[in-house]
């Protein structure tokens, strides 16, 4: 049975906080195997919500944690900040070229002293923006596995064989640690064409055309659930045990992919009390 985790980021409203509230209510029933919670500019912000969701069925927290947010001394105050606030590991961000701050392989480390059970990174199946090419890409990747990384997730792609080509040359580059993909459902269609050109995903002309039209007659769930469970779909079938839901703090398109993809909502004797 295919393991899935969710991603949730920081509310800036009480209305949203309400609403992200009942959404981790609702995907919890899937019993996902971990939750992330994504970093806010107001670190306080970011601990609060971790503290928050902790206190819901939804599995080990992990707290992202950006190289551009920390310095190697604020930072051994942070991570035990954060496991206060109920983070079980955390996901490394950013820090992977040159830098005169913090990298990304010691946060790794200063994690793995402050005794955090996982350690995931992110990893790139079309390539980091930023990298020279997919070589270099590759080789980064390969040095996070080497400064104790427990997994990778994945930034969100449209096309299954875009994850599955990478899943291949990373392991032929030595890369033995869980390749996990990240799956965002496309619910809102301008928003996502912004963050796909800022992180370099390629979207199928015929594909963009679907969700342009799709959106314009108000078809954005139905084919925000269609696309995705069909990328599940192809991934599961060629052997990928566990998806990363991006939520965007939503539960309704999530769920009917979850339920799609054989995942049935399990309602707990703390829910039904």
């Known amino acids: 049975m295919t393991d899935i985790s969710f991603e949730f980021f920081p509310p800036k409203t009480i209305t949203a906080a309400f609403s992200l509230q009942r959404a981790a209510q609702t995907l919890s029933m ?9 970093c806010s500019h107001n670190p306080t912000q970011t601990l609060d919500t971790l503290a928050a969701l902790d206190k819901l069925a939804l599995g080990p927290f992990q707290a992202h944690i950006t190289c551009a947010s920390q310095d190697n001394n604020q930072l051994p105050q942070y991570l035990r900040a954060a496991k206060r606030a109920g983070a079980k590991g955390i996901v490394a961000l950013r820090g992977d070229g040159k830098s005169q701050g913090l990298t990304v392989c ?7 002293k402050q005794e955090y059970n996982q350690v995931f990174v992110a990893a790139y199946p079309e390539v980091h923006p930023m990298a020279q090419n997919a070589q270099s890409d590759l080789d980064m990747l390969l040095r996070k596995q080497d400064a104790g990384a427990s997994a990778a997730i994945t930034q969100f792609f449209f096309d299954a ?11 032929a580059h030595g890369i033995t640690m869980p390749l996990i993909p990240g799956i965002l459902p496309v619910q809102n269609w301008p928003k996502t064409q912004s963050m796909t ?74 829910q039904v009390a």
């Open 30 to 38: 899937f019993a996902p195997h971990f939750g992330s919670v994504t």
């Open 106 to 112: 010691q946060l790794i480390q200063a994690a793995q």
């Open 161 to 171: 064989d875009h994850f599955l080509k990478f899943r291949d040359q990373a392991a």
């Open 197 to 270: 050109q800022a992180c370099g995903t390629s979207v199928a002309p015929d594909l963009a055309e679907g969700f342009e039209r799709a959106a314009r007659e108000g078809r954005s769930e139905l084919m925000a659930i269609a696309h995705a469970t069909e990328l599940c779909d192809k991934l599961i079938q060629n052997g990928v045990g566990q998806l990363h839901f991006y939520t965007m703090n939503h539960a309704e398109v999530v769920a009917a992919i979850c339920i799609a993809i054989g995942k049935a909502p399990q309602q707990s004797l703390r």
